[in-house]
C-alpha cells in the first residue's frame, strides 16, 4: 500500500515537472537547432533528460522498477538544469509577495529531492508484497 502510494506520488510528481516546463523546453530546442553543435549540447542533454521525465512519470505510475532506474540517472541532471521535482514550492515566495523566502524553499526543494532519492532506493529495495491472498488452512485431524 505504502509502495502504491511511493511510485504515485513519485509519478505524479514528474508528471507535474512536465506540464510546468513543457512550453519552456518545446521552445528552448527549437532555439537550439540554429547553434553550432557545441552550443546546442546543454540543450540536446536538456530535451533528453526532459524525454526521460516522461518516461519516468508514466512508469513510476505503472509501478514499474526500470522507473526508479530512470529516476536516479535523472538525480544529478535535476540539480544541473534546476528541474526540481518540489521547485514548485518556490512558487509560495511569489505568491505570498516575500522575496526573501525564494532561497529557503530552493534549499527546502533541494533536500526535498534528497529524499526522494532515498525513497526511490528504499522502494527498488522492498520486494513488493504478493497481493494474492491464500486460503486459511484449516487443521487435519490425525485419527
Known amino acids: 500500500m505504502i509502495r502504491r502510494l511511493f511510485f504515485c506520488l513519485f509519478g ?5 515537472l512536465v506540464v510546468r516546463f513543457a512550453t519552456c523546453e518545446i521552445a528552448q530546442l527549437a532555439s537550439a537547432v540554429h547553434e553550432p553543435i557545441q552550443g ?5 542533454l536538456r ?3 526532459f524525454v526521460s521525465l516522461i518516461a ?5 505510475y ?3 522498477k526500470w522507473a526508479l ?6 538525480f544529478p541532471f535535476r540539480f544541473v538544469f534546476m528541474l526540481l521535482s518540489f521547485g514548485f514550492i518556490s ?3 511569489h505568491l505570498l509577495s516575500i522575496p526573501g523566502l525564494y532561497r529557503p524553499l530552493i534549499y527546502a526543494a533541494m ?3 534528497c529524499g526522494r532519492l532515498v525513497g526511490s532506493v528504499w522502494l527498488h529495495l522492498t520486494p513488493a508484497k504478493s497481493v494474492h491472498l491464500q486460503p486459511p488452512r484449516l487443521p487435519v485431524d490425525r485419527l
Open 56 to 60: 519516468s512519470a508514466v512508469g513510476l
Open 91 to 93: 512558487g509560495a515566495a
Open 69 to 74: 532506474t530512470i529516476s536516479y540517472v535523472q
Open 47 to 49: 530535451a533528453a533528460f
Open 12 to 16: 505524479l510528481l514528474d508528471a507535474i
Open 62 to 64: 505503472l509501478m514499474k
Open 40 to 44: 546546442a549540447l546543454p540543450d540536446v
Open 111 to 113: 533536500v526535498l529531492e
